[in-house]
T-cell receptor, first 117, second 116 residues
Framework: NAGVTQTPKFQVLKTGQSMTLQCAQDMNHEYMSWYRQDPGMGLRLIHYSVGAGITDQGEVPNGYNVSRSTTEDFPLRLLSAAPSQTSVYFC????????????????FGPGTRLTVL | AQKVTQAQTEISVVEKEDVTLDCVYETRDTTYYLFWYKQPPSGELVFLIRRNSFDEQNEISGRYSWNFQKSTSSFNFTITASQVVDSAVYFCALSEAQTGGFKTIFGAGTRLFVKA
């Protein structure tokens, strides 16, 4: 099992450019999420999905779009990159236990370091 | 509203010292889970432990131990006889039943330096 994979590992964008961060998992997990990690702020939830076709916003969704067409993939789109989106982005997935996600740990991808100039 | 506070931004210890990382949480929910994750210098996030709100038993795993106290809303993590390999950022996190566990909240993290 590859677990959770993310591409690219590093990316530099110019302000106003768009791009998609890719995330895939092979654990058949229904729940997937995107976080951004900034110094002194921990991980903040951007968007999450509880299954194909179902997505919802987290704490900091502005400037990001997501879609979930398959169980395996959960891409994150930056529509018009801004310097404030310079961060490390983590994708995570989570399985069900007794029909709930609540008590299960998240499995994280290796992260994407994004710099917006 | 849910909140996780890790007041210690950085801690520096010498190898073999014991160290405790503090985690204080806020929630109005009666059913919730608390987690600890480790982020070593390589950058990946690794799950360490979970504890549900109905289980206040302390847990020990090798040199690691966790103290959950609902009375003080704390879930502290102690490393006994620290080693250089323990150097990492440690995150405490909270998932509430009222959000279905969909919105896990992380603390800001504590960076631990263990010097040889």
């Amino acid at each position: 099992n590859a677990g959770v994979t993310q591409t690219p590992k590093f990316q530099v964008l110019k302000t106003g450019q768009s791009m998609t961060l890719q995330c895939a998992q092979d654990m058949n997990h229904e729940y997937m999420s995107w976080y951004r990690q900034d110094p002194g702020m921990g991980l903040r939830l951007i968007h999450y999905s509880v299954g194909a076709g179902i997505t919802d916003q987290g704490e900091v969704p502005n400037g990001y779009n997501v879609s979930r067409s398959t169980t395996e993939d959960f891409p994150l789109r930056l529509l018009s990159a801004a310097p404030s989106q310079t961060s490390v982005y983590f994708c995570a997935s989570r399985g069900l236990q007794d029909g709930l996600f609540l008590g299960n740990e998240q499995f994280f991808g290796p992260g994407t370091r994004l710099t917006v100039l | 509203a849910q909140k996780v506070t890790q007041a210690q931004t950085e801690i520096s210890v010498v190898e073999k010292e014991d160290v405790t990382l503090d985690c204080v949480y806020e929630t109005r929910d009666t059913t919730y889970y608390l987690f600890w994750y480790k982020q070593p210098p390589s950058g990946e996030l690794v799950f360490l432990i979970r504890r549900n709100s109905f289980d206040e038993q302390n847990e020990i795993s090798g040199r690691y131990s966790w103290n959950f106290q609902k009375s003080t809303s704390s879930f502290n993590f102690t490393i006994t006889a620290s080693q250089v390999v323990d150097s990492a950022v440690y995150f405490c996190a909270l998932s509430e039943a009222q959000t279905g566990g969909f919105k896990t909240i992380f603390g800001a993290g504590t960076r631990l330096f263990v010097k040889a």
